[in-house]
């Protein structure tokens, strides 16, 4: 058994060239290392081997110790073993002294985004839009809240009868807990948000930071219908997400479609947030088809699909009210 897992193990090592760019030099080392071990465990798992086999020459009662050694050797093999095979697969993490936030995100602006998703009642979809028409733009305008209305959406094909709204907080979590502490005050705000309360089947919000490779999202003019694609991580993969898309995004300029990347800080973790804008659903899917004919391309797509445990899309309609038209 030893011999054919060295031979896979040096077989492996033969490989390394197949492995993706960086990867021999960060692979080799390990797979040698793993090789010269299994070569001096087989040598001493031999020289037990060969007591074990002098002692069943000997009495009976050697020759059930003998027996129970082998037991115990063969035993400690397949643990010793299994072990070795578990660590050429383990993923190894380079340490590092910053949060991905810090390295993904831009550090010399400090600005917080919040999402919200609100699943209204069918029949209160139209009264819903009105109420927060009246409303948003209001305090969007003032300057004595420090936020401001990215853009205000309902889903046209996704979840039916949701409504999505983008704020962004210019200063951080202190400008959230100020805002927040602020709306406490404002009498018309509480109003809005009992009477939203009527309208609304469930709701959920989560707070965002934005990669530092996308363009801040500014207002644009109409009429475009928007996608959001939703992408749950694996835990841990944030920063090698952010290094291939940091490349891909590039290839999402020709149309202007690119609006803004998030990932999320509170809410769900590991949750990034991708925003596109289309003049309309054939554009969408031109756009998306003659990207594939750019080199490298194909090479982002390999390469992040295995870092995706979900993945949601939503096609979107700004309402009157959103500064992204």
Known sequence: MFWSLQTHIEGMCGCAALLPPGGEARYQPLLRGALAQLKMATGVLQR?????????????????????????????????????????????????????STLLTKNEESNLYKIQFHNVKPECLDAYNKLCEDVLPSIHADKYYPCELVGTWNTWYGEQDQAVHLWRYRGGYPALTEVMNKLRQNK?????????????????????????FWNEPVPRTGPNVYELRTYQLRPGTMIEWGNYWARAVRYRQQNREAVGGFFSQIGNLYMVHHLWAYKDLQSREDTRNAVWQQEGWHEVVYYTVPLIQHMDSRIMIPTKASPLQ
């Open 48 to 100: 037990v081997s060969g007591g074990l086999g002098r002692a069943k020459s000997g009495a009976h009662s050697a020759g059930q110790l003998a027996v129970w050694g082998r037991g115990f050797a063969t035993s400690s093999c397949r643990n010793r073993e299994d072990s070795w095979f578990k660590s050429l697969f383990v993923r190894k993490v380079d340490p590092r002294k910053d949060a991905h």
């Open 188 to 212: 018309d705000f509480t109003a809005y948000r009992k009477e939203r309360g009527k309208m609304l089947l469930s709701r959920r919000n989560q707070l965002l930071l934005e990669f530092s």
